[in-house]
């Protein structure tokens, strides 16, 4: 189903608990975009207790109605400097009053049309996010917009292709089919799996490194044994013609 700008403005009878209301992702490959996303920065950050990252969550921007509370559900959004827990949804003025610091869209052939314009309207003159991104799966297209006062102004990427966010600390960029999070040097940022993955090879490396110093001093033992039965062999033999091994 396509969406319009009219569904921007979403508004749900709702009671205190604020549920997020949006719908599943496009597809599989906008879910696991999105995990990637999520779990490569929790981890990043795995140290740290101060942010927020929302996927796919409802976002609570207007209670001036008693019973009906506009939302939107940006695909990825982090609030930096508030307390790293679990929220059913953000409610802005729950939240102190503080609106996503960074937003990603991943664009989809039903989205797309408003992802590029009426979102990005909506998310300078609304939201007054910093840094706004959209990315799709599908054709790879990714770009990347700073706050102003006039409108978003577009991000120019370096000689990588990776456009250096100031809300991350992290550049983003395009990598084997995904968007990612790189360091300062441009250093790709593993997910927990990858870290997994890394870590198992590491200790499977490690392992065969033991064992091959393990098979070079069982030769090396042999060695020493092969000789001392050698040696037991020729004493003995100068015993039987009478010579005592010990006086040579």
């Not at 292709?161 to 084997?176: A, F, I, K, Y």
């Not at 092969?226 to 010990?246: K, N, S, V, Y």
């Amino acid at each position: 189903m396509s969406v319009t700008a009219q569904d921007l403005f979403q508004t749900l009878e709702t009671d205190e608990l604020l549920l997020s209301d949006e719908p599943q992702m496009e597809s599989s490959q906008h879910y696991h975009q999105l995990q990637v996303l999520v779990t490569g920065l929790e981890w990043h950050w795995r140290d740290r207790n101060d942010f927020f990252i929302g996927a796919n969550l409802s976002v609570y921007y207007n209670r001036d109605h008693p019973r009906r509370r506009k939302f939107i559900g940006p695909d990825f959004f982090l609030v930096r400097n508030t307390e790293r827990r679990p929220r059913p949804s953000w409610a802005i003025w729950k939240e102190g009053g503080r609106y996503p610091d960074l937003i990603i869209e991943l664009l989809s052939p039903s989205t797309a049309r408003v992802d590029r314009n009426d979102k990005k309207t909506f998310y300078h003159q609304q939201f007054r996010t910093p840094e706004y991104y959209w990315f799709s799966p599908d054709t790879l297209e990714f770009a990347g917009f700073h706050w102003a006062e006039e409108g978003y102004q577009p991000q120019v990427s370096n000689e990588h292709g990776l456009l250096w966010s100031p809300v991350l600390e992290l550049h983003l960029g395009v990598s084997d089919g995904e968007l990612r999070y790189f360091t300062a040097e441009g250093e790709k940022i593993a997910t927990p799996d990858e870290a997994a993955l890394r870590a198992y090879r590491r200790i499977d490396q490690e392992q065969q490194r033991a064992e091959r110093a393990q098979r070079v001093a069982e030769r090396a033992q042999q060695a020493v044994e092969q000789e001392r039965q050698r040696a037991e062999r020729l004493a003995a033999q100068l015993r039987a013609l009478g010579i005592d091994p010990d006086t040579l």
